[in-house]
């Protein structure tokens, strides 16, 4: 029996994300966790950015990110907003029909961070991209960008 992501803080304060199931004893075992803060306010190192960009009004690009060459977080997008760009953390529509996020920053600080970098490298694509680079553009190949609705 599958359970719900949860959310933690440990003694040192630092986030925890991990997916929890219950076996047919029911104990429950916890299948993995994510630290997404090491220590006192060093963050999760950034080791891979992927931004495929978009020709659209509002969805400029869609982002991939791992973290530490061990955890990969991909369906993060670029949206422009009527105040500039924002970065959309990767979603699931649920049965009631609105959006969940399925993973996102738990502290101010870490988004802040990942903000940053991904701005950044979103600038050097552009930059590519406004010099002819075409395969900064999303394919019809590229669906792994794109979170599959479960």
Request: glycine letters at 8%; one cysteine or more; aromatic letters at 8%.
């Amino acid at each position: 029996m599958g359970g719900k992501c949860f959310e933690r803080t440990d003694r040192n304060g630092n986030g925890i994300c991990a997916n929890w199931f219950c076996n047919k004893n029911r104990e429950i075992f916890v299948a993995y966790g994510v630290q997404l803060i090491h220590g006192k306010g060093s963050l999760m190192k950034i080791t891979e950015i992927s931004i495929k960009l978009r020709n659209e009004k509002k969805l400029k690009a869609f982002v991939n990110v791992t973290f530490d060459n061990l955890f990969a977080v991909k369906g993060l997008k670029i949206i422009q907003s009527k105040t500039g760009l924002i970065l959309c953390m990767p979603s699931r529509r649920t049965e009631d029909g609105s959006q969940r996020d399925v993973a996102h920053p738990i502290s101010k600080e870490f988004r802040a961070h990942l903000e940053h970098e991904v701005f950044s490298e979103y600038e050097h694509v552009l930059a590519r991209a406004a010099d002819g680079d075409r395969s900064v553009f999303v394919d019809a190949d590229d669906d792994h960008y794109v979170m599959e609705d479960r």
